[in-house]
Nanobody, 114 residues
Framework: QVQFVESGGGLVQPGGSLNVSCRVN????????MGWYRQAPGKQRVLVAT???????EYEDSVNGRFTISRDSAKNELHLQMRSLNEDDSGVYYC????????WGQGTQVTVSS
């Protein structure tokens, strides 16, 4: 069974930086296009960044230039470096394949607030 274990979230001030990570169990990250998704309170979960099998990347417009997605095949992990954070970046961050499967991890909470 595929499992996603997200970590690294926390409270950060506007303009700050944060890195979140996802350990993947039960499959190999390099076999799939992988994504980071965010769910803000009262809103639907949205895709914010993609790491393609080809090693290309893609970002949602609001995070482009501020977020960097990466993959560590040796550790079977997916990472998201976030900088110049603003309050709209707050939410629970999840990793999953793209398009997402039916199983989700617990996510990691990112709160941007002064």
């Amino acid at each position: 069974q595929v499992q996603f274990v997200e970590s690294g979230g926390g409270l950060v001030q506007p303009g700050g930086s944060l890195n979140v990570s996802c350990r993947v169990n039960g499959t190999q990250v390099e076999w799939f296009n992988m994504g980071w998704y965010r769910q803000a309170p009262g809103k639907q979960r949205v895709l914010v960044a993609t790491f393609y099998r080809s090693r290309g990347t893609e970002y949602e417009d609001s995070v482009n230039g501020r977020f960097t997605i990466s993959r560590d095949s040796a550790k079977n992990e997916l990472h998201l470096q976030m900088r110049s954070l603003n309050e709209d970046d707050s939410g629970v961050y999840y990793c999953n394949i793209r398009p997402p499967g039916n199983f989700w991890g617990q996510g990691t909470q990112v709160t941007v607030s002064s």
